[in-house]
């Protein structure tokens, strides 16, 4: 149950963000829905690897490598959804930025802890 809320809260503001931001654009809600799972998916199975390749760079950043990561896995979660579409790289990695900073904020006010 507690995975459906975040789902269902990472689509609503994947649509929010759509919204506001130029570069980016969602066809419906449910693309919405779609790219939350996705998202998801993405980085539990593909972010891990890509860090572990990438471990000597994120460490030579101080960790900033990480927001290319984030980007990367943004802009991939665009080519296997259709009706979701993100520009450019740096628009992807200011709508990653975005994205996590909002999750942080909703799951703290409404008490869903990530884990």
């Given amino acids: 149950m507690n995975q459906l809320i975040r789902i269902i809260i ?11 931001m130029p570069g980016v654009s969602v066809a ?3 693309t919405s829905l779609i790219v939350a799972l ?3 998916l993405l980085n539990v199975f ?3 690897l890509l860090i572990l390749f990438t471990l000597p760079v994120t460490l030579f950043t101080f960790g ?6 984030n980007a ?12 979701f579409h993100v520009s450019s790289f740096w628009t992807a990695v ?16 409404t008490g869903n802890q990530q884990t």
Avoid: D, E, N
């Fill in 10 to 20: 990472t689509a609503l503001l994947v649509m929010l963000i759509a919204h506001f």
């Fill in 72 to 83: 990367i896995i943004i802009l991939l979660c665009t080519k296997i959804v259709g009706g």
């Fill in 46 to 48: 593909v972010k891990p």
């Fill in 64 to 69: 900033l490598f990480l927001l290319v990561i």
């Fill in 38 to 40: 996705v998202l998801g």
């Fill in 28 to 30: 419906s809600f449910t």
């Fill in 94 to 109: 200011l709508f990653s930025i975005i994205l996590a900073v909002s999750q942080s904020i909703v799951y703290r006010v």
